[in-house]
């Protein structure tokens, strides 16, 4: 299957606010309170191209319950629980490989993961700033994203004009 455009998204930090709505030790009470960011669920719902939600997990069936409270899950074509953070990578190629994107945007809060794979596989990269990773700095070029948000919104307007050009 060949598509337009594809958008791998991380979870945490990404779609909604886990630094300050996830305490260590807590989880199994703040999960069941947490809210997606802003203009989440109305991105995802008018997006035209393919998404996929790639999140690693912590702790045993936390990614899931928060997938199921943030209410996103019917919004993704592909869903992927990771074990490792290095599997993040080979999901992405995964996903791919499976729709062949003419433009395939990554977006993730932290440098040394998304969009450090991002960058590796040649893909445009947005860097949300947001929460326990937004002081990280680049640590070599791989590092550096193509672009750089603060707020989840500013996709919408990143998007809209994507849509004109
Ligand atoms: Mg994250």
């Given amino acids: 299957m060949r598509v337009d455009q594809l958008i791998l998204f991380d979870l945490d930090d990404t779609l909604f606010d ?4 996830m305490r260590a030790g807590h ?14 669920l109305s991105f995802l719902a008018s997006f035209p191209g393919k998404k996929a939600l790639v999140t690693k997990e912590t702790v045993l069936g936390l990614q899931q319950q928060k997938i199921t409270v943030l209410g996103v899950g019917r919004f993704f074509d592909d869903v992927f629980i990771c074990q490792t953070i290095e599997e ?7 996903v791919l490989a499976k729709y062949h ?13 998304e969009i450090r794979f991002g960058n590796e596989l040649g893909l445009k990269t947005i860097w949300l700033c947001h929460g326990k990773h937004r002081e990280q700095k680049p640590q070599n070029g791989l ?5 750089q948000i ?3 919104t500013e996709l919408h307007t990143m998007f809209s004009s994507e849509g004109r050009s």
């Fill in 101 to 113: 994107p003419e433009k395939c945007w990554v977006v993730g809060d932290r440098l040394d993961a």
């Fill in 150 to 152: 603060s707020r989840f």
């Fill in 88 to 94: 993040k990578k080979s999901r992405f190629r995964q």
């Fill in 27 to 40: 989880e199994q009470e703040d999960v069941q309170r947490i809210v997606p960011f802003p203009g989440v």
């Fill in 18 to 21: 886990s630094s300050s709505q």
């Fill in 143 to 147: 590092e550096v994203p193509d672009a």
